[in-house]
C-alpha cells in the first residue's frame, strides 16, 4: 500500500528549478526522512504535498486521491497535517489553547450550537479539551498547558506545534525540521516520540538536516540536491552513498572527518 505517491513533481520559480522530475511513495505506518543540503528544495516540497504550493507538472496524491490541485484545507481535511520549518504558534493562547485550535477539522458541533452554549456544544467543548490535554502528555507538556506559549522554550514550542499538528488526526504527518536548534538529548527525544507516534499508527515524513536522527529513527530516506533525488532507500545506505557525501560535505575525505 501507498499512502502518499509522487510521480515526476516538478516546481520553478522564475528560471530557477526548486524541484525537478522527483518521484516517491510513503508506505503507511512508516517514518521516512526527507534529506538534503541547504536549498536542495526539500522545504517546496512540503509546500508542494500540502497544497501551499500547486506543481508545475507531475502528481501527487494522498490516500491514492489526486491532491495537485487541492486546497491546504483540503488536504488537510484528507488526512494530513504539517508543523513549519519556523515554529508557528499564535501569540497570546497557552499551550492547551494552541492544541484545541488545531482540531478544529474534526469538530462536529455547529456554529449556532457554540454561540448559544447549547448542551452538545458545551459536551464537546469539555472533550476537545480533554483530548487536548491527553495530547501535551502524549508529547511531554501537558505540565505547560496553562502556560502562554511564547513564553516557552523553543524546544517545548517544537513540541507543542506537533501536539497541535496531531489534534487533526492526521494519517500523514509533515515534519519541516523537528529537531532544528535542539541539542543531541532534545533531538533524540524527538526521534522516540515520532517512533511511539507510528507505532500508535502514523506516518510521518520528516524534513531533516541530523544525520544520526535519520540514521536512528526512519526506515526508508530520500536525499535531494538542487531539486533532484540523489539518492533513496535505507538510511544508512544513503548516508554512505558518494553522491550524498559530496552534496552534504564537498568532498569525501571531509565526510569521513565528519562522521568520525
Known amino acids: ?43 517546496t516540497i512540503i509546500n508542494l504535498i500540502s497544497g501551499l504550493l500547486h506543481p508545475d507538472a507531475g502528481t501527487i496524491r494522498l490516500g491514492g486521491q ?34 484545541i485550535v488545531g482540531s478544529y477539522l474534526r469538530r462536529g458541533t455547529s456554529l449556532l450550537a457554540s454561540i ?28 505547560r498547558a496553562d502556560t502562554l506559549a511564547e513564553t516557552l522554550s523553543y524546544g517545548e514550542q517544537r513540541r507543542i506545534e506537533i501536539a497541535r499538528a496531531l489534534a487533526s488526526q492526521p494519517k500523514l504527518l509533515l515534519l519541516d525540521e523537528p529537531t532544528a536548534g535542539m541539542n543531541a538529548a532534545e533531538s533524540a527525544e524527538i526521534g522516540r516520540l515520532v517512533h511511539a507516534l507510528r507505532d500508535d499508527g502514523l506516518t510521518v515524513l520528516m524534513v531533516e538536516h541530523n544525520m544520526r536522527l535519520v540514521a536512528d529513527f526512519c526506515e526508508h530516506v530520500v536525499v535531494m540536491n538542487f531539486g533532484r533525488k540523489i539518492a533513496e532507500g535505507p538510511p544508512a545506505a544513503c548516508i554512505a552513498d558518494p553522491a550524498v557525501q559530496e552534496a552534504y560535505f564537498g568532498k569525501q575525505r571531509d565526510a569521513q572527518r565528519h562522521r568520525a
Do not use: W
Open 1 to 43: 500500500m501507498t499512502l502518499l505517491a509522487l510521480a515526476d513533481v516538478t516546481k520553478s520559480f522564475g528560471g530557477v528549478t526548486a524541484v525537478g522530475g522527483l518521484s516517491f511513495t510513503v508506505r503507511p505506518r512508516h517514518v521516512v526522512g526527507l534529506m538534503g543540503p541547504n536549498g536542495a528544495g526539500k522545504t
Open 66 to 99: 489526486p491532491v495537485t490541485r487541492a486546497r491546504p484545507h483540503e488536504i488537510a481535511g484528507g488526512g494530513l497535517a504539517r508543523t513549519y520549518q519556523n515554529v508557528r504558534l499564535i501569540s497570546g493562547m497557552t499551550a492547551l489553547e494552541q492544541v
Open 116 to 143: 448559544l452554549h447549547l448542551p452538545a456544544a458545551r459536551a464537546a467543548a469539555r472533550a476537545t479539551r480533554a483530548d487536548a490535554m491527553d495530547l501535551l502528555a502524549r508529547v511531554g507538556m501537558a505540565d
